[in-house]
């Protein structure tokens, strides 16, 4: 699926603070694998690295 800058998103990683929380992909990155990772800037902070399967779209 992919995501997109701009894009809201609903982050699920037990080991974050911001576990659940919604946000806002703000940079998109390739690792050298080619698998995409991202940085999601929250209210209160930001989250690097977050792999796609961490993350679910905003419905609506």
Do not use: C, N, R, W
Request: charged residues 35%; negative net charge; without cysteine.
């Amino acid at each position: 699926m992919g995501f997109e800058e701009d894009d809201q998103v609903i982050l699920h990683d037990e080991h974050s603070e911001h576990d659940g929380e919604e946000g806002t992909v703000t940079q998109v990155m390739e690792t050298m694998f080619g698998d995409a990772t991202y940085i999601v800037s929250f209210e209160e902070g930001k989250e690097q690295g977050v792999p796609e399967d961490s993350l679910e779209p905003v419905e609506g």
